[in-house]
C-alpha cells in the first residue's frame, strides 16, 4: 500500500500499541516495589522474587504445569501431524469428514464446554473401565485433544504448499516413500512442526479452564494456583511470578522471530547464490 | 502409500479424537437427563439393566425444565450474546485503523510490528487479565493519575462493572482482531484506490466502496476469533465484573463448582452447544468446503 501516514492513524496505532503493553509494562514494575500494598510505592526490592522461590505450593504447581505442557504438547505434535498428512495427503478415506470436523471444531468450542464434557466422560470411563483417575493424566488427555487441533490446522496449511515433486524425484532415486518423506517433507515442514509445538506448549501452559473441570484435588496447575490466589486480591509474588513469565515468553518470541528473519534473509541469499 | 498403510497414519488422530472429544458429548447428552444425586458421581443412573436383563429407562425432563424456568439461564445466554457482540464491534472500531496502519507501513516495520501484536498472544491470558486489573483496580495506576492530575478528586469505580468486562475483553482479544485485518489489507491492490482517486473519486468513498468490501474476509475471520472465545468467557467476567455481569461461562462454572448440579450443568452445556457451537461449525463447515474447492 502507498506510504502515506495519516497522523489520525498513526495515533490509534501507538494508542492501541501502547494499551495492550503499558499494563504489563506497570506490572513488572510493581513487581519490584518493597511494600505489599498495589498503590503505595515502597522503594526498590526484589524481595518478592526470593519469596517466590520458597513457595512450595508455587513451585509443586509451576513443576506439574511444565511437565504437562511438554508431554501434552508432544503428543499433539505427533497426533496433529499424523492428522495433517491423512488430510493432505489421502483425499479419500471413510472418516475424512469426521476427522476434519473434529479437527476444527476444538478452535470454535467454548472452553468450558469442552471441560465440562471431557469431565463427564473421565467420570463415566472411571465407573465403567476404572481409568483414568483425575489428574496429571486426565489433564494431558484433554489438552493434547485441543492442541491436537491447533497443530493440525498449522502443519496442514504448510503440507499442502509443499512441492510433491521433490519427494517423487526421490522416489525415483530409490527412496522408499516413507523415507522420501522422512528425508525430503520432514525437513521442509519442521519450521511449522517447531512452531506448532511451541504453540501447543503455551497453550497447555497458560490453560485455567479446562484444566480445572478435569483436574483432580491434589493436581493443581499453576494458572489454577494463580487464579485462586488472583481472586483474592492483590499478590506481591504472583507479580514477579507473572513477571517472570512475561519476560521468558517475550524472550522466546523475540528470539524466534529474530531466527524466522534471519533464516529468511539466509534464503533469499542462497537464492541469489543458486541463480 | 499403501492402502492398509495408510490406515497407521489416520486412525491414532481419529480414534483419539473421537474418544475424547466427541464421545464426551454423547455422555454429556445422557447425563443432561439424570438428576442431581448425593453420591460419587453425582448424578442418578439414566438406564440399568433389571434383573431379568430388561433395560429400564428412567430419563428425567427436570434440568430442561429447568433451564426453560428458571430465566437466569435465557438472561445469561442473551447477556452474553450482546457482550460478545459489542466487545467484537470495538475490537473492530479500534483495530481496524491499528491493522490499515500497519498495512501502510514499510516491510522492515511491518515485520517489528506484527511481532509486537503477536508478542500479547504468546503471553499468559490470565496474567494479561491480573494485569489489566492493576491499572483499573480502585486504588490502581489509572486513579492514581487522574487523582494526581486533578481531573477527579474520588477514585473512580471500574472493578466490578460492565465497563471493565469490555475492556478486559477488548484488551485480551485485539491481536486476534488486528492480525487478520491487516493479513487481508497488506495485499490489497492499491492501483485499484489510484484508479479510483483518477475517477475522482475522494478517499473516504474509496475507502468505503473499495478497500471496506475488498477486507471483508479479514473483518468476518478477526470478528469471529473474538466473538467464539469472548461468547464463552468466563475469567474475564470473574475477575473483572460484578454479579450483575451474569455471562453464561460464569453461570455454568457455579452451577458446576459451587452447587454441584451436574446434571444441570451438562444440560447448560447441551443447550449452548446447539444454540451456538452448532450454528458457528456448520457456518465453519461449509466456510471450510469453500476453502478446499
Known sequence: MERRYSPLLLTVLCVGIAFLYLPMLVLIGFSFNASALASVWGGFSTEWYTELLH?????????????????????????????????????????????????????????????ITQLLLFVSMLQLVGWPSRGMTTIVISHIAFCTAYVTITVQSRLATADRSLEEAAMDLGASPLQAFLDVTLPIISPALISSWLLSFTLSLDDLVISSFVSGPRSSTLPMVIYSKVKLGVSPDINALASLIICAVGLCVLTAGYMVRRGERQRLADAQLAR | MERHGRWLIILPPLVFLLVFFLIPFAFALKISFAEAALHIPPFTEVWQITADHHLRLTPSLRNYAYLLNDEVYAVSYLYSLKTAFFSTLICLLIGYPMAYAMARASKATQGILMLVIILPFWTSFLLRVYALEGIIRDNGLLNAALLWLGVIDHPLKIMRTTFAVYLGIVYSYLPFMVLPLFATLEKLDITLLEAASDLGSRPWRAFFDITLPLSMPGVIAGSMLVFIPAIGEYVIPALLGGPDNLMIGRVLWDEFFANHDWPVAAAVSIAFLVLLAGPIAVHQYYRVRQLEH
Open chain 1, 55 to 115: 513457595n512450595q505450593q508455587i513451585l509443586k504447581a509451576a513443576a506439574l504445569s511444565l511437565e504437562v505442557a511438554a508431554l501434552s504438547s508432544t503428543g499433539a505434535l505427533v497426533l496433529g501431524t499424523l492428522a495433517a498428512i491423512s488430510l493432505v495427503r489421502f483425499t479419500r478415506f471413510r472418516g475424512r469428514l469426521l476427522l476434519t470436523g473434529m479437527v476444527n471444531a476444538p478452535l470454535v468450542m467454548p472452553e468450558i464446554i469442552t471441560g
